[in-house]
């Protein structure tokens, strides 16, 4: 059973920092390419950023684009999200996400219907 676990989440004032983990279990961590999302009272869930499974390949949402970055330990099967600067308008709660990919894959994933397993969720609040 796969089974992906949060943290890091969060208040935090305009202009600071936070960093999220997500450890996935169940499966070999490499072979999976994953993601973060996130929803905001009253929004629909919306992609905030991906890495391809060979850790290679990443994009982001044109908001985040110079403040967060997306990145992974396959040692730790643990998926991370750096993200500085924050705004009000980042708070959300942010989703991890995982499918199963193979390891030397570079495709990303944007969609959150491309993936298969979630996250149980991390509220990050940003205060103005």
């Known amino acids: 059973q796969v089974q992906l676990v949060e943290s890091g989440g969060g208040l935090v004032q305009a202009g600071g920092s936070l960093k999220l983990a997500c450890t996935v279990s169940?499966?070999?961590?490499?072979?999976?390419?994953v993601g973060w999302f996130r929803q905001a009272p009253g929004k629909e869930r919306e992609f905030v950023a991906a890495?391809?499974?060979?850790?290679?390949?990443?994009d982001y949402t044109a908001s985040v684009k110079g403040r967060f970055t997306i990145s992974r330990d396959n040692a730790k099967s643990t998926m991370y999200l750096q993200m500085n600067s924050l705004e009000p308008e980042d708070t959300a709660v942010y989703y991890c996400?995982?499918?199963?990919?193979?390891?030397?894959?570079?495709?990303?994933?944007?969609?959150?219907?491309?993936?298969?397993?979630w996250g149980q969720g991390t509220q990050v609040t940003v205060s103005s």
């Open positions: 169940g499966r070999t961590f490499s072979t999976y390419a």
């Open positions: 890495v391809s499974a060979n850790g290679v390949y990443s």
């Open positions: 996400a995982a499918r199963r990919s193979t390891i030397y894959s570079s495709t990303i994933y944007a969609g959150s219907r491309d993936y298969e397993y």
